[in-house]
């Protein structure tokens, strides 16, 4: 059972454009939702995360928004650059179990 | 260095081999998690140490795989009888309370 579902697969997005990755779990034990950016040959960077207390939380370009009713969370990328082409990586954790499981990944492509 | 180091960053073995994998994570970070990625895939957990406590082993995939902390700090992932799908990149993770994890840049197994 996939414990986190991620979509879509691949984006290609404009340069200057929002970029929306999403992602949807099903165990509501999870308590910590974080965002990874990995580059080729590179290993993943932690990018933002929320806890489930707020709906949304921002820093710089980067967004995520936490629907708890529907656990559900996404990431957006605001004035997308070329810089940030990279797979991104949703993950999940509870207190109980805190190994973290990700999500599929997916591929951004943002176009000059 | 600042960051988790992990060695060797390539490792090719004949079928059949035993290999060992090194992780050095951040100074201080009471949790380290050892994930696989398969080409073009997302990342499986494998092993996850917390301080003094009892490993989580439950995303090891065979008895071929098996993993030490040694002293809270260093960590060995050995993998006995390599195959051909032990192929991957294999990740370490170190993580303070905070449960925000750091990866290390990878070791790039492939054996033939």
């Known amino acids: 059972q996939q414990q986190v579902k991620q979509s879509p697969q691949s984006l290609i997005v404009q340069k200057g454009g929002i970029s929306i990755i999403n992602c949807a779990y099903e165990n509501t034990a999870f308590d910590y939702f974080p965002w990874y950016q990995q580059f080729p040959g590179k290993g993943p960077a932690l990018l933002i995360a929320i806890r489930p207390d707020v709906s949304e939380k921002k820093e710089g370009r980067f967004t995520i928004s936490f629907n708890k009713s529907a656990k559900q969370f996404s990431l957006h990328i605001m004035d997308s650059q070329p810089g940030d082409s990279a797979t991104y990586f949703c993950a999940v954790s509870s207190g109980s179990a805190r190994q973290l499981t990700f999500g599929s990944g997916t591929q951004l492509t943002v176009l000059p | 260095g600042a960051g988790v180091s992990q060695s060797p960053s390539n490792k090719v073995t004949e079928k059949g081999k035993d290999v060992e994998l090194r992780c050095d994570p951040i100074?201080?970070?009471?949790?380290l998690y050892w994930y696989r990625q398969s080409l073009g895939q997302g990342l499986e957990f494998l092993i996850y140490?917390?301080?003094?406590?009892?490993?989580?082993k439950s995303g090891l995939p065979s008895d071929r795989f098996s993993a030490e902390r040694t002293g809270g700090s260093v960590s060995t992932l050995t993998i006995q009888r390599t195959q051909q799908e032990d192929s991957a990149v294999y990740l370490c993770?170190?993580?303070?309370?905070?449960?925000?994890?750091?990866f290390g840049q990878g070791t790039r197994l492939t054996v033939v």
């Open positions: 140490f917390q301080g003094n406590s009892a490993p989580d």
């Open positions: 993770a170190s993580s303070p309370r905070s449960r925000e994890a750091f």
């Open positions: 100074s201080g970070h009471t949790a």
